[in-house]
């Protein structure tokens, strides 16, 4: 069974950083793209980056410049550091990843982490 693990939200004052981290564990046979998204309430979850499994990376446009997505492929994990955060990051932050198990390609999802930005 694959699980994903976040780890890394908490509170922080606006313009200060954290830094997410999501270990996938279980058996499978390759991680392809790995994300982070983030669900405010009365909110839609929304992609905050993403990264492919050959280093290519996207953001939002709301956050980039501040955050920086990274994985290490031996760990399989993907990491989010968020710098110069703002009231508006406050999110649950998800954690998703394209595993492929034997010959099924699918999407996973962690648990979720809070963020919360103080003004």
């Known amino acids: 069974q694959v699980q994903l693990v976040e780890s890394g939200g908490g509170l922080v004052q606006s313009g200060g950083s954290l830094r997410l981290s999501c270990a996938a564990s279980?058996?499978?046979?390759?991680?392809?793209?790995m994300g982070w998204y983030r669900q405010a309430p009365g909110k839609q979850r929304e992609l905050v980056a993403i990264?492919?499994?050959?280093?290519?990376?996207n953001y939002a446009d709301a956050v980039k410049g501040r955050f920086t997505i990274s994985r290490d492929n031996a760990k399989n994990t993907v990491s989010l550091q968020m710098n110069s955060l703002k009231p508006e990051d406050t999110a649950v932050y998800y954690c998703r990843a394209d595993i492929l198990v034997f010959i099924t390609r699918s999407q996973y999802w962690g648990q979720g982490t809070q963020v919360t930005v103080s003004s």
């Open positions: 279980g058996n499978f046979f390759s991680i392809y793209n």
């Open positions: 990264i492919t499994s050959d280093g290519n990376t």
